[in-house]
């Protein structure tokens, strides 16, 4: 089974704190997602990575950056958190190469991040 | 642009009654549509997905659902509900084919889905 772990269950940080968040996973998905979730709004694409080093600002970019140095590993970086990103936060990972999107998306657990 | 709609915030069915959950979408072109199902505390986990072919589409745990495309619609659907059915439910849009939108899904707000005893 595709496995996609992410680094903390629940984070509690202080506002201004730079946060990264860690995902990883173990099938070899040259694809991976961040999204962040809220009541009513669904899930909603921070950033997205079709390859190593390779990323693209999803719909609310704003006060996030990525890294992605290894295939399986993809993190989520707040620059200087702020209480507004206080959200449960998903990583995601699917083995489709670009352009075909028929293919579903695996997910981790999340991450309930808390910023005080 | 896509977007995906699931008018109702929270569903509630007693067990053994049938349960509908509702999709409806915008988009250009042909829609490969999903179901995601989340359980207290998980991750999404993929239900099923409607990419061409038969409108009926089968899945995990019971469920199906059925593309309509004169409606724009993809309402999930099982037939017999359980307790352990209660969860958050998300209906999600592939988006247009760009330089790499492919994978790209839109989600809806998602629907509580309260099965009672």
């Known amino acids: 089974d595709v496995k996609v772990t992410q680094s903390s269950r629940y984070l509690v940080k202080r506002t201004g704190e730079k946060v990264f968040l860690e995902c990883v996973q173990d099938?070899?998905?040259?694809?991976m997602f961040w999204y962040r979730q809220d009541p009513g709004l669904g899930l909603r694409l921070i950033y997205f990575?079709?390859?190593?080093?390779?990323?693209e600002k999803g719909d609310i970019p704003e006060g996030y950056s990525v890294s992605r140095e290894k295939k399986e590993r993809f993190s989520l970086i707040l620059e200087s958190a702020s209480t507004n990103q206080t959200s449960m936060y998903l990583c995601?990972?699917?083995?489709?190469?670009?352009?075909?999107?028929?293919?579903?998306?695996?997910f981790g657990p999340g991450t309930r991040l808390t910023v005080l | 642009a896509q977007s995906v709609a699931q008018p109702e915030d929270q569903v509630n069915v007693a067990e053994g009654n049938p349960l509908t959950v509702k999709c409806t979408y915008s988009?250009?072109?042909?829609?490969?549509l999903f179901w995601y199902v989340q359980y207290p505390n998980r991750g999404l986990q993929f239900l099923l997905k409607?990419?061409?072919?038969?409108?009926l589409v089968k899945g995990s745990y019971g469920f199906e659902a059925e593309f309509n495309k004169s409606q724009t619609s993809f309402h999930l659907k099982k037939p017999s509900a359980l307790v352990s059915d209660s969860a958050l439910y998300f209906c999600?849009?592939?988006?247009?084919?760009?330089?790499?939108?492919?994978?790209?899904?839109?989600f809806g707000g998602g629907t509580r889905v309260l099965v009672k005893p």
């Open positions: 995601a990972s699917t083995d489709e190469t670009r352009g075909q999107g028929y293919n579903e998306q695996f």
């Open positions: 099938m070899d998905h040259e694809n």
């Open positions: 990575s079709y390859d190593v080093k390779m990323k």
């Open positions: 988009v250009s072109g042909n829609p490969y």
């Open positions: 409607y990419i061409t072919g038969d409108n």
């Open positions: 999600a849009v592939r988006r247009l084919v760009d330089k790499a939108a492919g994978n790209k899904l839109t």
